[in-house]
């Protein structure tokens, strides 16, 4: 127990080295099936944005017009007004709960099979294809794509929770806490109330999801339903909380990082694709600089599945393989 317990260095050398010793010995079969999960990533993401702006296009026209004949007449005007913003938020409510639904199919499905394949690999259980992870996963997957909404509906709202407190706090809406007017000082009241306390309710968010983080397994070997595997999850991860937030918080830093870097390499790309619609659209500025506003990050969000995500399953699915051995182990000592 006292070993569950420590954090670790011990959990770098052993837990992420054991990770890239799966990953390494059937990377060809995980990473193959990997690439072609991100390729039609890719092309579903991209189709659902380009629907987007296409369903978008009147309505970014009507703005330049809108823009146009103010300026013609020499008026001030301010952007997207005249009731031209409600219909683009919500053709962009719709592109991202697509991209959202898509976002949580990917992580379903590679969960699933770095289950698999890593149950595969402790049972030293020979070689393995990509199309062989799909089969024995495939079955699965609707249990698994029900344990991820259900963790991140339990994650988002604890997240809602803290951006609603700080919100509240910011229009005045929390007796006895004034927000700091501008070039004040903060008191210790906005201080605690305003800042630490969202801070703190929102650190419960990746605290909970990695209390979670092994349910997808759970749910694929084990055969669990969606609610049971996400508390035998809670129930796995008890007694190594410091062992999984650590996994949790190095694979979170991957990921974060790469995504910071893909922005930042992505930035070169908007020129480019700025210029081609302006050119589609007839030199819409508008539509066009919410092209280039977003597709840095489109960008970034497309390395995640062939960059991090490997790692980030292959972490999660060799921890619970660990937790599940400590468990039976731990069963059969006592019996």
């Given at each position: ?246 996994m949790g918080a190095l694979v979170a830093a991957a990921a974060v990082?790469?995504f910071w870097l893909g922005r930042y390499a992505a930035v070169p ?66 019996r």
């Open positions: 127990m006292a070993q569950d317990e420590n954090p670790s260095t011990g959990l770098a050398a052993d837990g992420i080295g054991g990770v890239l010793g799966v990953v390494g010995r059937y990377r060809r079969a995980l990473y193959g099936f990997t690439l072609r999960v991100a390729a039609v990533t890719a092309v579903l993401g991209c189709a659902i944005v380009a629907g987007g702006f296409a369903a978008a296009w009147d309505g970014f026209e009507n703005v330049r017009e809108y823009a146009d004949r103010n300026i013609a007449n020499e008026d001030s005007y301010v952007a997207y007004a005249d009731g031209g913003l409600a219909p683009l938020v919500r053709v962009g409510f719709v592109v991202s709960l697509l991209l959202l639904v898509l976002g949580l199919l990917v992580v379903s499905v590679l969960h699933t099979a770095y289950a698999v394949g890593a149950s595969h690999a402790a049972r030293d259980g020979g070689p393995l294809t990509a199309r062989e992870l799909w089969r024995r996963g495939r079955r699965r997957f609707p249990a698994a794509l029900s344990v991820n909404v259900l963790a991140g509906l339990a994650v988002g709202a604890v997240e809602v929770a803290a951006l609603m407190w700080w919100s509240l706090v910011e229009s005045h809406e929390v007796p006895g806490v004034e927000p700091t007017p501008l070039g004040g000082t903060a008191s210790p009241q906005y201080t605690l109330v305003g800042w630490v306390l969202p801070i703190a309710i929102g650190c419960l968010g990746p605290l909970l999801y990695s209390r979670l983080s092994v349910a997808t397994a759970e749910t694929v070997l084990e055969r669990r339903s969606p609610f049971v595997a996400l508390y035998r999850s809670w129930v796995l991860t008890r007694r190594a909380r410091r062992r999984t937030l650590g990082l790469v790309l908007t020129h480019p694709a700025g210029l081609g619609m302006l050119w589609l659209s007839d030199d819409n500025v508008w539509i066009t600089g919410v092209l280039v506003k977003i597709l840095p990050t489109a960008v970034a969000l497309l390395l995640l599945p062939p960059v991090v995500m490997p790692v980030v399953c292959a972490v999660f699915a060799r921890l619970h393989g660990e937790l599940r051995a400590r468990e039976e182990a731990s069963t059969t000592s006592r």
